[in-house]
């Protein structure tokens, strides 16, 4: 449901366009990685891969299930709650291995959190946590990196600059872009698969950016 209804708001408040590498798949049983920008990009990811024809189960901070009506979506379509700094954090990883044994896709957002920025500008990923290459170790899945791009100019900042940006993106409608990569195999051992994870996402972001012309992106 939270995938059609992605879809279905989108265009109210931007312009999605998407594109993907060649030979980039979204398999039964695969880990999406995605950039984390703003509040409002799970909404653009979660449209993208609905137009591509995937459904996931997404991993997203535990908050969400205490927000009325969206918590009830979320325990009823199979989302994960992911306790952050809390020793039921393992269980996320539990639910989410289960996920990817039953051949759904589970969207991971690996940098943890939101960047502390006032700003609408691009920039690129943050540091991954190791959760990501756990997973992928602990089941064999493909890991398929996804960049995205343009979710800052609809939400981002201050609570109040977050509210003016809603309010406001109707009107504006700012370029959206996903672009999706080719799935990996980690390897390695130590930091290795969570560098490998995060330069892939990078190079997706990357590919965004510049599709909406960010020239000041793809500098950083």
Known sequence: MLSRLADALTPAVGRL????????????????????????????????????????????????????????????????????????AAHALDAAAEALR???????????????????????PGTFRSGLSRLARRTGAPVVPLGQAGARRITSGSVSKQLTGLLTAPLRRPGLHVHVGRPLELTGDGTAPTEQAHAAVTAAWHTAAGQLGERAALAA
């Open 17 to 88: 366009t998407i594109t993907a590498d060649a030979g980039a798949e979204l398999a039964p049983g695969s880990i999406v990685v995605a950039n984390h920008t703003s509040l409002a990009d799970p909404v653009v990811v979660l449209a993208a891969l609905h137009r591509l024809g995937a459904r996931p189960v997404v991993m997203a901070a535990a908050g969400l299930w205490r927000v009325p009506l969206l918590g009830r979506a979320l325990a009823r379509d199979g989302h994960i709650p992911v306790h952050r700094r809390d020793r039921r």
């Open 102 to 124: 039953q051949g759904h896709l589970v969207l991971i957002y690996a940098e943890g959190g939101l960047p502390r920025r006032l700003d609408a500008a691009e920039a690129a």
